[in-house]
């Protein structure tokens, strides 16, 4: 059960892109289609973001996307915003428990 | 509108016990599956524990597994987390979380969390 590993930081200026990648391995990430995204702004609760590795609940902007290659997933923010300044953690099953990756701070230049 | 209320967090002793409780109002209750997640100071999000709509099954993280104890009372529409043999390293914002549908491994909701420290 150890945590999914993300970079730390990932910064981008207004309007373009960024993204984050999530590794794991074959008992999680790589192993099942359950892959989430949530994001925190400071003080805040997490906010779902991304489920099944490319789906966005309700209300969640398609300039979020999701993506998997194996034991890797990533997650894209298009169109960059300053309210897209926060950190971001995806999570995955595995199984019998999930793990969530170690978090990035995403900067908007 | 989901509501989730956690209390229960408080200052403890190395070694001692806290009960923390999540109550739950806005959606049925016993048809989703419950989590606890735990953010230290300043630190990334830990699961930590899973408990099923009917409470029949609950999963734990290796790092609680054997301390702590998930419960839940479908006919008051709370969750229980009873924490036994609490280490320094247990201190951390503790939010429930609601599961979504049957099939959906995600945490769509989450409480505002109960503040928990270890520390004598």
């Known amino acids: 059960q150890s945590a999914l590993t993300q970079p730390p930081s990932a910064s981008g200026s207004p309007g373009h892109s960024v993204t984050i990648s999530c590794t794991g391995t074959s008992s999680d990430v790589g192993g099942y289609n359950y892959v989430s995204w949530y994001q925190q702004h400071p003080g805040k609760t997490p906010k779902l973001m991304i489920y099944?590795?490319?789906k966005r609940p309700s209300g969640v902007p398609d300039r979020f996307s999701g993506s998997k290659s194996g034991n890797t997933a990533s997650l894209t923010v298009s169109g960059l915003q300053a309210d897209d300044e926060a950190d971001y953690y995806c999570c995955s099953y595995g199984g019998t428990h999930y793990v969530f990756g170690t978090g990035t701070k995403v900067t908007v230049l | 509108e989901v509501q989730l209320l956690e209390s229960g967090g408080d200052l403890v002793q190395p070694g001692g016990s806290l009960r923390l409780s999540c109550a739950a109002s806005g959606f049925t209750f016993s048809s989703y599956a419950m989590f606890w997640v735990r953010q230290a100071p300043g630190k990334g999000l830990e699961w930590i524990s899973g408990i099923s709509g009917s409470g029949d099954n609950t999963y734990y993280a290796d790092s609680v597994k054997g301390r702590f104890t998930f419960s839940r009372d479908n006919s008051k529409s709370t969750l229980y987390l009873q924490m036994n043999s609490l280490r320094a390293e247990d201190t951390a914002l503790y939010y429930c979380?609601?599961?979504?549908?049957?099939?959906?491994?995600?945490?769509?909701?989450w409480g505002q969390g109960t503040l928990v420290t270890v520390s004598s």
């Open positions: 099944e590795v490319t």
């Open positions: 979380a609601k599961g979504g549908t049957l099939t959906q491994k995600i945490f769509d909701y």
